[in-house]
């Protein structure tokens, strides 16, 4: 059993900021690649940013220069640090962990339980 708990949504004012987190908790034997989606309203969920166990990331280009993904492998948690943040950046943010819970299993896709940003002035 693994649980990703999200936290950190909330309300902002357009050009604000929040920070995201999200931690692993559970039978963990290792985690690879961790990343947060997002999913507005009527939209289809889309991939925001990811980050491999070294450190390696990639964003969509419309969050390019205002998120930056992080991870504390101690921890168990990803992060997701958004800055300048805009109305369409209104979504609810799921974090994502592809996570091998013992040696001998193949990795295994787990979602947090999604928390709610919302862009507004």
């Known amino acids: 059993q693994v649980q990703l708990v999200e936290s950190g949504g909330g309300l902002v004012q357009p050009g604000g900021s929040l920070r995201l987190s999200c931690a692993a908790s559970?039978?963990?034997?290792?985690?690879?690649?961790m990343g947060w989606y997002r999913q507005a309203p009527g939209k289809q969920r889309e991939l925001v940013a990811t980050i491999t166990a070294g450190g390696t990331t990639k964003y969509v280009d419309s969050v390019k220069g205002r998120f930056t993904i992080s991870r504390d492998n101690a921890e168990n948690t990803v992060y997701l640090q958004m800055n300048s943040l805009k109305p369409e950046d209104t979504a609810v943010y799921y974090c994502?962990?592809?996570?091998?819970?013992?040696?001998?299993?193949?990795?295994?896709?787990?979602w947090g339980q999604g928390t709610q940003v919302t862009v507004s002035s």
């Open positions: 994502n962990a592809d996570v091998k819970v013992r040696l001998g299993v193949p990795p295994d896709d787990y």
């Open positions: 559970g039978s963990i034997f290792s985690i690879y690649a």
